[in-house]
């Protein structure tokens, strides 16, 4: 069974940095682009960031960049995104979510592009 598991979300004052993990169970993530998304109450999902297949590209959102860094671990079949000068505007749930071939110049921001979901956590940043 395919599944993705997001952790290493929780409650820090701004200013501050976590480390989430996308850990995938049931498939190996040789082939799969990855990407980070979330979603603020009341507000669509938005891409977050991309790390493509071989791991030797990544995007991420204008809000973000500078602050955030993906990354992956095909051995251990874990995703990162290293979150750092975090802002009360970067509080919502963030999400992973795996592709299958997707071509490196995909359009990585599109939910449409992803085939498989983890269940999202919590990100909260608050003084």
């Known amino acids: 069974q395919l599944q993705l598991v997001e952790s290493g979300g929780g409650l820090v004052q701004p200013g501050g940095s976590l480390r989430l993990s996308c850990a995938a169970s049931?498939?190996?993530?040789?082939?799969?682009?990855f990407g980070w998304f979330r979603q603020a109450p009341g507000k669509e999902r938005e891409g977050v960031s991309w790390?493509?297949?071989?791991?030797?590209?990544?995007n991420y959102g204008d809000s973000v960049k500078g602050r955030f860094t993906i990354s992956r671990d095909n051995a251990n079949n874990t995703v990162y995104l290293q979150m750092n000068s975090l802002m009360p505007e970067d509080t919502a749930i963030y999400y992973c979510?795996?592709?299958?071939?997707?071509?490196?110049?995909?359009?990585?921001?599109?939910?449409?592009?992803?085939?498989?979901w983890g269940q999202g956590t919590q990100v909260t940043v608050s003084s």
């Open positions: 790390i493509s297949t071989s791991g030797g590209s990544t």
């Open positions: 979510a795996a592709a299958l071939f997707m071509p490196d110049d995909s359009p990585w921001y599109r939910r449409n592009r992803y085939d498989y």
């Open positions: 049931g498939f190996s993530l040789d082939n799969y682009a």
